[in-house]
Structures are given as C-alpha cells and as structure tokens.
C-alpha cells in the first residue's frame, strides 16, 4: 500500500467523522445504586457505544450497497479453487509481518514456521499460489501486531468500532498501525504501477475476507436482536482466543529431526 | 524449598514445628488429593464419552438418507434430551431472570426452547457431510470441556468445545464454543444490549422472541 496523501475527499471524509463522534457522544453510566447494571457496563467496556452505533450503521450502509453484493458476486464468478489459490496469494504476502511478530512474540518456532512458509510458497507454491508449506509441516498460525502487544501485557482498552475497518480496540488499532509500518510491501515503490498494485490487493483482500463470512454475517443480522452487541462479543471472545492460543505456543525450541532431540526421545 | 534448608540448618526452632505440620497436613491431604484427581479424570472421562456418542447420534443425522423434515425431528429430539436448554436460557438472560416474573419467566423458557431449536433444525441441509472427532477433556470450574474438531468438506476443520455438566442423573450439553466463542455467552451479550436498549424489559423480550419463533 502507498503513503497517506491529502486529498479533499480525505479531508471531507474527516470532517464528517469528527462530526459525528462530536454528535454522538458517549454511553451513560449508570448509577451505583444499581450494582448489576454498573457492572454490566463495566464488563461491556464499550463506553463510545453511540458513537460506535452510529459508525457501525454508516459501515453497514455501506456493506449492504456496496461490499456484500461485491462479495457476493466474487463468490459466484470464481470457483472455490481460484478463490482458495486467491486466499493463498495474500496470505503469503502478510507473511513478513506475521515473521516479525513472531519475533517480537518471542516465539522462535512459530518465526521459523512463519519462515518457512514464506521461502517455500514463494518458490515452490508459485508465488504463494498453493500452499505447499503446510504439507511439508510449516503449518499457518495466527499473529499479528493486536497479539503482540496483548502478550507484552498491554491492556486492550474500550470497544471500537472503526470506518472501514470494523471490530477493533486501541491495541487491536496501534496494532494494525504497527502491521503497516513493518510491512516491507509498504514501503517497496512509490511510482504509479506500485501504487495500483497496493490498491488491487486491498481491494481483492477485503472481496477475500468479505466473502469467507458472507453466511456467518447474514446469520448473525437475521438471528441477533442487536447485531452491533453480537459483533462486539464475537469479536471479542474471538480475539481472546487467538490471544491465549498465542500464549500456550506449546512447540518444543528444539524441532523434532534435530539429532539431540531424537536420542532424548530414545 | 526455603522450609526445607531453613529446618536444616536450625535445629528446633518455631520454623520447623511450623514445616513439619504442613508436611504433616500435606502427607494427609494427599490421599484426598489422589481420589480428588481421580473423581475428576472419571468425570472427564465421562463427559468424553458422552460427547462421543453425542457425535455419533448427530452425524448419523446429518448425513442420514432421511428427508429434511425427518431429519429436523430427529434432531429436535437430540437435542431435547442432550442439551440443557432451560440452564442455558437462564444463563442467556442473566440478571434479568430474577427480575421476571414467573409467567415471564415460563413463556421465556418456551419461546427460547423454540427459537433454539428452529435455528440448528432450520440449517440441517448445511451440515451434510460434517465429521465430528473428540479429541480430548478437561474440567472447568463451570463444567467439563470436551475439545472436537469438526470437519466439513472444502473447508478447514474447526475446533469446537462442548461444555458439559455432568452434576444430573445424565449428562448435559450446557454450551458449545467454536473456535473460542461462546455460543451462550454471545446469546446472553446479544440479550443484555436488546434489554438496556428497551428498558429492561423482559417482555419487549419475550415480543421479539415471539417474532422470531414465528419465523
């Protein structure tokens, strides 16, 4: 992806995202008198709700007019096959990042798995094509910079709910943040080619993500009685998860063929 | 550690009276200990097999030759007799179950019976093919967790917990957690925000519930 530029539409897009939160304000706390409903709030965490609400309608609005019918119709043109191989592509291409984190997780294993990965998808798995790694026993695993930092002891902080982005917190954002920074594809190129090619591969990642929940989402708006809250909690209990699945990383430092490791098994 | 080489090296001192009666206590404790962990390994070894042969009871569903409607009453009845539907309902409506009042709380307990069931039986056609493998279990402190991986074709096969009460005469399925998310926990969130949107009141509740059991 290329570098931020200033453009009127960016400045108008600001201005009414400034507006809104002004507008919107935030969720009342309730009284101590009533201990359940204060500890509801507390364990909820969200206290930019209406703002929240209001950004989660217009990101909705959206979806509903533009991304789900995009979707949609990326699901019904391509085969399953050019879709997984699509998936493929950019999983490879968010390997970097997913190394570094690895390192900064402290996670050596993973690092090499993440490594691995990379050097054998980019070759073997043209381009990250087919992913030849995962048979060869490099399996993929979740990492990124909102688990790094969980596993450093930052505190996630409140609910957001981002333009655009979604689901997020302040880790779960300065992670993002720090994804973009390390992310080498950022940095590579600034002529015009370079920054098509950026725009291309955000545009088909979001058809990519969009695409792999279209029947999860469409469930939860028709069964939920509150889809924002629903999302919140899946979104948190999902993060969660992924977090302490990045805390027990249970794989021994020493790998399996190396030569002292298979006497001790002896 | 540090009673240890303390009692060594200071011969009768309060410390080591102190360490001998834990040592004491603890040689005592450890029988109870040892029936304490075999209680529990029984139990888990219980919830396993009772999710094993849940599986199988589903499976056999899912991927019968009966029709969908047959299918949807075989399964309604599995889960009328496997799941603890009216624990997990109290447990969706949280604190506001003891401010319900009792005809409240019984048209409750039958609209989310009924909402529960018609949203596993409405998609039983999509679980054709599913393939559940229980691969292990360990006790939480609100039951037992039985780790499955559930596989579906062309897809990636998904980690799936079935919390599992063993405290009746059988055992229960009183939450599922896929790929770490709550299923009850997500009910009860999805809940509480409806209620403290509309008052706090549980019959706003039962009307929505209402309409979506009509569905």
């Known amino acids: 992806m290329s570098a931020s530029r200033t453009s009127p539409s960016r400045i108008l897009l600001t201005t009414v995202l400034l507006g809104t939160l002004l507008l919107a304000g935030c969720a009342t706390r309730p009284p101590a008198s009533d201990p359940d409903a204060l500890a509801e709030y507390n364990e909820t965490n969200d206290p930019l709700e209406p703002t929240n609400r209001v950004i989660y309608a217009v990101n909705n609005g959206l979806d509903t007019v533009l991304l789900r019918p995009l979707a949609i119709a990326y699901r019904a043109v391509l085969p399953d096959m050019v879709r997984s191989h699509i998936h493929n592509v950019l999983g490879n291409l968010g390997m970097p990042v997913q190394l570094a984190n690895d390192i900064l997780e402290t996670h050596p294993r993973k690092a090499g798995d993440s490594l691995m990965r990379f050097a054998i998808n980019s070759t073997l798995g043209v381009g990250g094509i087919f992913d030849a790694a995962t048979d060869m026993g490099y399996p993929d695993h979740d990492a990124d910079g909102g688990i790094t930092l969980a596993l450093w002891g930052l505190p996630n902080g409140p ?4 333009p655009v982005f979604g689901p997020s917190s302040p880790r779960d954002a300065a992670g993002t943040g720090i994804d973009q920074a390390i992310n080498p594809f950022t940095w590579v190129g600034h002529g015009s080619t370079d920054r098509a090619l950026g725009y291309a591969k955000t545009g088909i990642g979001a058809l990519d993500a969009r695409s792999r ?6 469930k939860i708006t028709s069964q939920a009685l509150d889809p924002y809250a ?3 909690s899946l979104y948190r209990q999902h993060r969660q998860s992924e977090i302490e699945d990045a805390r027990a990383d249970g794989q021994a ?13 002896q | 550690m540090t009673n240890q ?3 060594k090296q200071m011969t ?5 009276t102190v360490s001998r009666r834990v040592a004491l206590g603890l040689a005592a404790a450890l029988p109870l200990l040892r029936t304490g962990r075999a209680m529990a390994d029984a139990g888990s070894d219980k919830a396993s097999a009772f999710i094993d042969r849940l599986s199988h009871d589903l499976m056999a569903v899912v991927n019968g030759p009966q029709s969908t409607a047959d299918k949807a009453a075989a399964l309604q009845k599995i889960i009328d007799t496997n799941v603890d539907v009216d624990g997990v309902a109290k447990f969706c409506l949280g604190r506001f179950w003891r401010t319900a009042t009792p005809d409240e709380q019984k048209q409750y307990l039958t609209l989310f019976h009924k909402v529960l069931v018609n949203n596993i039986t409405g998609k039983v056609g999509e679980y054709a093919g599913v393939q559940i493998t229980v691969q292990r279990s360990a006790p939480r402190e609100d039951g037992i967790a039985v780790t499955t991986s559930v596989a579906r074709p062309n897809s990636e096969p998904n980690k799936v917990d079935w919390l599992v009460s063993i405290d009746g005469p059988t055992p229960l399925v009183t939450d599922v957690i896929a790929e770490g998310t709550s299923l009850r926990l997500t009910q009860r969130n999805d809940y509480s925000a409806f209620l403290t949107r509309n008052n706090n009141s549980v019959s706003a509740l ?8 009509g569905n």
């Open chain 1, 230 to 232: 629903t999302i919140r």
């Open chain 2, 206 to 213: 039962i009307d929505a519930l209402k309409q979506q059991a």
């Open chain 1, 159 to 162: 609910y957001l709910f981002l």
């Open chain 2, 5 to 7: 080489a303390c009692g």
């Open chain 2, 12 to 16: 009768p001192s309060p410390l080591t």
């Open chain 1, 253 to 265: 430092t020493v790998p399996a063929w190396f030569p002292a490791a298979a006497e001790k098994k």
């Open chain 1, 213 to 218: 929940v279209l029947d999860d989402l469409d």
